[in-house]
């Protein structure tokens, strides 16, 4: 429908001038919360709405909202939702430097005007929009953003694709005192992280939550420098977590329930420590984890005698053997991994040499980077005949 | 054209009959029926194999017994006796498997070969896989090779028995062009009946007809695959199976079974033994199967995973008694329980947070089937229901508490 009277509606409801580029790229972070099936029409939608700093747009599928604001003129206050994904597309197609956007409060039709261009959106009303959660105290900490993304990726690769355990689904956030800790396992394997946390309000923070690991991912992919720090707040009914940056927030639900006892499954002390190149042990562990097709991918580590040898074999398709030089402290041992963990652990450490702690076939081994405390993984071996 | 890749299809001739005819040198030559149970009785029964000279006849398998020595009355009638079958077949697989580590064995008679990295023409290996086949076990086979598995089959069936064609890469299309259609592994009677209503007859007609007007008829995926295999493109791979695919152990009762503790106390004996056994063969599964007969002969199977896999019996009788749990209507009179483990494989992920219970277990189960091996089945077994594996140990700590 293109017969819209031009000039200024007297119905108009919000009225504001954009840069399309800077309203795509907080789109393209905010539509990840949108519900690609939801039965709630309005869950497809984003809601738009003009705050005195600019125009905030906000996605929700219930579990994961995530709003941000973008720098605009306000000329009329005012809210609509509009198809996310449609809205994305189009203005991400828009070459101008500015586009003016304004709704028709009677027919909910949002008009996107830029250069010659004008395109009409059907909306929804702003008043189906569920209602946000709302954070009700101030963030309880502080995080350094890039230390956090970091975190993240470090851990939330550990967690559970398994909906049965729901726990085991999430990243255990657990702050005392100036340290932030985040934590997650499959029960196959766990990983540990541990950063610095700066606490804002007064007394002691302690305490845990669980929190999607997939959520957590969202906030990893909006991590930038332009958005430094990372603050940490929650709903006073303690159900939500909200994670604010500079033009950001991202809040989700937490899941509820007990997360096993992990700090007893880090093994205290091992019987074999073997320290070698993580350059190294990585390459070989990719190529043997192309021989490794049964079900729970072994690949075989054998340590002993300045070396360490992965052996990898497969019925069906062959074999792979390559000895690495390597420092083995202890006694000699052959243990096998799931090729998949040992190359995430790998992956997910930083430093030049890899530090590999083994307790013999059957017992949990831990992965670090040599001399470094602030990370590690603990792999539970793959028995084989 | 040199071979891109080179597929053997082994077929033997008459196999049963044939096995038959070689231990009792006094057939040979002779019509030989293998059906039945060996006790006369032909009413039930069917024609399992038929030797070449009960097949001029008319007997062939699958044909009533009674039906068969009427047509054939100096024929041999032998039961059926698989070991026998299964042993000549061992020793013919090895022979293949000398030859190349990919088999993928049919039936105990049939075989596809992939030799395509094994070094020598494939020709002569075929030829001397024959030989070798005839003087260790006395028994004739046909073989087909070609550059894939459809054509090779095809071909071993041309001239059966004793058949040897080969088809020369690039020679697949021109050696399919005249034969009919039912003789494309998988086209059966409906499939061919739809094409004959397009008017085709041939294999070369089938793979020049245009697959988008089959599509219609067949469906996309079939008429694409039909019209690509009549052409003597097959791309798919020689798989050797897999050993061990499950292991089940089942029990039907003389009186059917109602009180509920008794079903219990069965479905951890069944465990018990399936678990005995899985270990035996140096395996652990990670699916447990329960399956139920009722008395009105209703039957069901349900299956859970057992989460990264596992050996041990507290594992296998959590599963199956969570799935008769879940599953059986109490007051229903059971004829038949069944215990199973599938997806076996020969490692194990160990769970971090049971790996000291998990431990206790392996133990115990250790212990009971060296017992078991020393004095019998039955000698000894757990008393006490198998204790929940699946339980995590879980910390009370959080947040919202405090």
Redesign the interface.
């Known amino acids: 429908m293109n017969n819209w009277p031009s000039g200024t509606s007297t119905h108009t409801a919000l009225r504001c001038t954009v840069s399309p580029s800077a309203l795509s790229s907080s789109l393209s972070l905010v539509s990840r919360a949108v519900s690609p099936r939801s039965t709630l029409p309005v869950l497809s939608n984003v809601l738009l709405e003009t705050e005195a700093e600019g125009l905030r747009v906000t996605a929700t599928n219930l579990d994961l909202t995530i709003s941000a604001l973008v720098a605009a003129t306000v000329l009329e206050e005012g809210r609509v939702t509009v198809p996310a994904r449609l809205l994305a597309e189009y203005v991400a197609s828009l070459d101008e430097t500015t586009c003016t956007m304004e709704v028709d409060e009677r027919t909910q039709m949002l008009r996107i005007t830029s250069g010659v261009q004008k395109t009409n959106l059907h909306g929804i009303d702003a008043v189906e929009f569920p209602p946000l959660p709302a954070r009700e105290t101030a963030p309880a900490f502080e995080v350094d953003a890039a230390a956090l993304q970091q975190a993240i990726t470090q851990t939330a690769v550990a967690a559970s694709g398994?909906e049965q355990?729901p726990v085991l689904t999430g990243v255990l956030l657990h702050v005392e005192g100036s340290e932030l800790t985040l934590v997650a396992?499959d029960?196959?394997?766990?990983a540990v992280k541990k950063l610095e946390a700066q606490v804002l309000t007064e007394g002691v923070v302690?305490?845990?939550?669980i929190v999607p690991a997939r959520h957590l991912g969202e906030l990893a992919r909006a991590i930038n420098p332009t958005r430094p720090r990372v603050g940490v707040a929650?709903s006073d009914a303690?159900?939500q977590v909200f994670f604010t940056l500079r033009d950001m927030e991202i809040s989700s639900r937490l899941i509820e329930g007990?997360?096993?006892?992990y700090t007893?499954?880090i093994p205290a002390h091992s019987t074999t420590t073997v320290v070698l190149s993580k350059e190294l042990l990585l390459k070989s562990a990719k190529t043997a984890a192309v021989l490794a097709r049964?079900?729970?991918n072994?690949v075989r580590l054998r340590a002993g005698k300045g070396e360490l040898e992965l052996l990898a074999q497969s019925?069906?398709v062959g074999d792979h053997d390559a000895p690495l030089p390597a420092k083995v402290d202890g006694e000699d041992v052959q243990v096998?991994f799931?090729a998949r963990y040992l190359l995430d652990a790998l992956q997910a450490i930083d430093g030049e040499d890899a530090e590999l702690s083994l307790n013999g076939p059957?017992?949990?081994a831990v992965v670090r980077a040599l001399g470094r405390d602030d990370y590690l993984c603990?792999i539970?071996?793959?028995?084989?005949? | 054209m040199g071979w891109v890749r080179a597929i053997i299809h082994l077929d033997l001739d008459a196999f049963y009959a044939s096995v038959e005819q070689e231990r009792r040198p006094e057939l040979r030559g002779r019509p030989v029926i293998v059906g039945g149970g060996g006790d006369g009785r032909t009413a039930r029964s069917v024609v399992s194999a038929a030797s070449y000279e009960a097949r001029r006849y008319g007997v062939h398998s699958a044909m009533p017994l009674g039906r068969a020595v009427r047509l054939c009355p100096t024929a041999a009638v032998l039961p059926v006796d698989f070991p026998a079958y299964r042993q000549a077949s061992t020793r013919i697989f090895a022979l293949a498997r000398a030859l190349t580590p990919l088999v993928e064995p049919l039936s105990l008679d049939e075989a596809y070969l992939d030799v395509t990295a094994t070094p020598g023409d494939p020709e002569e290996m075929a030829i001397r896989l024959r030989d070798q086949i005839l003087a260790e076990t006395g028994l004739h086979a046909s073989f087909g090779i070609a550059t894939c598995k459809t054509v090779a089959k095809i071909a071993s069936d041309l001239r059966k028995p004793r058949g040897f064609v080969v088809v020369r890469p690039g020679d697949e299309a021109e050696f399919l062009r005249p034969l009919p259609l039912r003789t494309l592994p998988g086209l059966g009677p409906s499939t061919a009946g739809t094409l004959a209503g397009l008017g085709l007859r041939t294999l070369g007609e089938l793979a020049g007809h245009p697959a988008a007007l089959l599509e219609r008829r067949l469906g996309k995926a079939a008429a694409h695959s039909l019209t690509r295999r009549a052409r003597g493109i097959d791309t798919s791979p020689v798989?050797?199976p897999?050993?061990t695919k499950s292991i089940s152990r089942e029990e039907t009762y003389d009186r059917d079974v109602v009180d509920a503790g008794m079903l219990r106390e069965r479905v951890r004996h069944l465990s018990a033994d399936v678990g005995r056994r899985l270990r035996a063969a140096?395996l652990?599964a990670?699916t447990v199967s329960l399956k139920i007969r009722y008395a009105d002969f209703t039957s069901l199977t349900r299956q859970c995973p057992l989460?990264?896999?596992s050996d041990s019996d507290a594992a296998i009788t959590s599963g199956a008694l969570a799935l008769l749990t879940a599953t059986h209507q109490p007051d229903r009179p059971v004829r038949l329980v069944g215990v199973g483990v599938h997806?076996l494989?020969?490692?194990?992920?160990?769970?971090?947070?049971s790996?000291p219970r998990a431990?206790r277990e392996r133990h115990l189960d250790a212990t009971l089937d060296a017992l078991q091996r020393r004095f019998g089945p039955g000698a000894v077994h757990r008393g006490a229901p198998a204790p929940e594996l699946r339980d995590?140990?879980?910390?009370?700590?959080?947040?919202?508490e405090?």
């Open positions: 398994d355990t396992t029960r196959h394997r766990l302690s305490g845990t939550v929650f303690r159900n007990n997360y096993p006892n007893q499954v049964d079900a729970s072994p019925a069906e096998a799931n059957l017992q949990p603990v539970m071996p793959v028995r084989v005949p | 798989v050797p897999s050993t140096g652990s990670r989460d990264g896999g997806n494989e020969n490692a194990a992920q160990l769970d971090l947070f790996a431990a995590l140990d879980w910390r009370h700590e959080d947040l919202r405090t």
